[in-house]
């Protein structure tokens, strides 16, 4: 018997491969927020008018060797019901371009100082904002447009026209997605794309390009240095390994000053509380802003001694494959070359930067901006130029005080700053600074009312205390258990509620702090019930697990101590 198959005649047909487009949206688009992938046509816009630029020699350039004069360029945000236009005047997209690589998902940058990279920003953007699109693209020379939508397979169709002699670009997305619909109806939508952009962009305003949003324009940003005072600029420049070059700027945000110089405005200077830490910058777009977190090189214990450090980290390349940048641009890539070359460095500057300021106060005639005098640390030998005499240019490394680690904190809080003034709430804190971390069932009740105090007090203070109100209303209604007009009047959210609420806020918080406050965040809502089950249940804890706790919420907790800003 033959047990071959039987095959009348031999035949071919066509076995299909490729990619689903749905499954290709939802992987580029899976973790983008709105005004990520508003970056993204942004980030293209300026890539166009740094190769104008760089296409005219000669350029001028700044210290840093990038493009110091962006004027003439803008870039304009539009936002309808239901669209969203983003209309250039930078350059184009030429023929070539657009035929070859303007669509091909992974088609990497060729952009010199580019901050497009990853091939995927264009059409990324398009498919998380919405499913229908339109561009009209015109380089002075080379004029096309084309239309199509997310169900749109294989090649574009592009339809040429005249030039009209000057370059533009016009990106249009309609039939916008859900979330993005309700995102823009946001009452507070345009102040907060106004406040984002200008902290993203800041460095690129500040040298003459101009953005605006619905009209209005997008404000220069970026923390400069007091060039005169207390205490000294810190500068050093690097190569790094695979190529490329860190450039690291240290010293006294420009607005501050110590308690007793002539100057000090203490409202001023409580405005500037989130505008202190290290700044990370590639090719000019800022990626993290006033950040002191482990992970990013710092590696003391924040605190007041602090007050008033800034440093900025550029990191410039001619490849922007070389960057230490996330694929989405909004964080460093802790395991890149470049960043590893000098994430043991940062923490020097700032103990440097601490130094000099605990000297400045001791040759004052009152130390008031501390509650009690630091020891004293040792002091890295410095140049006249303010830089750290090392020949690496790296600033002379200064030990932590013992003091300045958490696992050496014998109270249940360090000196943290507390901007409320609200009665209960500055007593907490105070006791909070005061109880031994042994004794820990009294610490453990006082840490859950002060978050929950803290918590209220910051919501109310923002304004937004009706909108946990509005939240908890909603959420019966939806329920089919909803509040009668006389249940709503007497109605007082519950810390649980409240919790809810912020639960679903994470742009409560600040950029600069939002990834560790969120993290401390929903660790706290995994330690409240611990803590509930000491205060209510007669659970059992010890010092260990309380310092855990405290340790893994302690961010969330300086956030909510400080006054907000409120909400407009």
Wanted: glycine share 8%; proline share 5%; charged share 30%.
């Amino acid at each position: 018997m033959d047990d071959k198959p039987d095959f009348a005649a031999p035949s071919t047909f066509t076995v299909n491969r490729g990619v689903d487009p749905s499954y290709l949206q939802s992987v580029l688009t899976k973790d983008i927020t709105t005004l990520e992938s508003i970056y993204d046509l942004i980030d293209n816009s300026i890539d166009a008018a740094r190769d104008k630029l760089l296409s005219r020699p000669p350029v001028s350039t700044d210290k840093y060797g990038l493009p110091a004069d962006y004027s003439g360029y803008r870039i304009a945000l539009r936002f309808a019901s239901d669209s969203i236009s983003l209309l250039d005047n930078c350059s184009g997209i030429d023929q070539n371009t657009l035929i070859n690589r303007a669509f091909v998902t992974g088609s990497l940058s060729s952009h010199s100082y580019g901050i497009g990279h990853f091939g995927i920003g264009l059409k990324r953007a398009l498919l998380r904002l919405g499913k229908s699109y339109a561009i009209s693209t015109d380089t002075g020379d080379f004029a096309a447009k084309l239309r199509f939508s997310d169900g749109n397979e294989g090649n574009l169709e592009a339809i040429r026209g005249p030039s009209s002699g000057s370059p533009k670009m016009l990106v249009r997305v309609s039939d916008l997605r859900t979330s993005v619909r309700q995102e823009l109806t946001g009452g507070a939508w345009k102040t907060s794309v106004l406040r984002s952009l200008s902290r993203r962009y800041g460095l690129y305003i500040a040298k003459g390009l101009q953005i605006t949003v619905q009209g209005s324009r997008v404000e220069p940003f970026g923390p400069q240095f007091r060039r005169t005072g207390p205490v000294a600029t810190q500068a050093s420049h690097f190569d790094l390994p695979d190529g490329g070059e860190a450039f690291i700027d240290a010293g006294m945000h420009e607005g501050y000053h110590l308690t007793d110089e002539p100057g000090y405005d203490k409202k001023r200077i409580a405005d500037l509380t989130d505008q202190y830490g290290w700044y990370f910058v590639c090719n000019d777009r800022i990626i993290r802003i006033a950040t002191h977190e482990p992970e990013l090189g710092w590696t003391a214990n924040w605190h007041q001694e602090y007050y008033g450090f800034v440093g900025w980290v550029r990191f410039v390349s001619e490849d922007a494959e070389l960057l230490p940048w996330d694929t989405k641009k909004s964080s460093i890539d802790t395991s890149s070359a470049a960043f590893r070359a000098i994430q043991g460095k940062l923490q020097a500057f700032a103990d440097a930067y601490k130094t000099e300021g605990r000297k400045a106060r001791k040759e004052r005639p009152t130390d008031s901006e501390s509650p009690s005098k630091p020891k004293d640390g040792k002091k890295g030998k410095r140049g006249s130029s303010g830089k750290p005499s090392d020949s690496t240019g790296t600033p002379s490394e200064e030990r932590p005080e013992a003091e300045d680690h958490n696992e050496h904190w014998s109270t249940l809080l360090p000196d943290l700053t507390v901007e409320l003034d609200h009665p209960k709430v500055r007593a907490l804190a105070y006791e909070a600074r005061k109880l031994q971390i042994e004794h820990c069932y009294s610490g453990a009740m006082l840490f859950r009312s002060l978050i929950e105090t803290a918590l209220f007090e910051n919501i109310k203070k923002a304004g937004r205390y009706s909108e946990v109100r509005e939240s908890v209303f909603a959420e019966q209604a939806a329920s089919g258990r909803p509040f009668d007009d006389a249940q709503k009047k007497g109605f007082r959210p519950t810390f649980r509620h409240a919790l809810d609420w912020l639960n679903k806020q994470d742009d409560y918080f600040p950029d600069e702090v939002r990834r560790e406050c969120v993290n401390a965040r929903t660790k706290f809502g995994k330690h409240l019930r611990e803590l509930n089950g000491v205060v209510h249940e007669g659970d059992l804890i010890d010092s260990g697990k309380l310092k855990i706790v405290r340790n893994d919420t302690l961010p969330l907790l300086r956030f909510l101590l400080l006054a907000p800003k409120r909400n407009s």
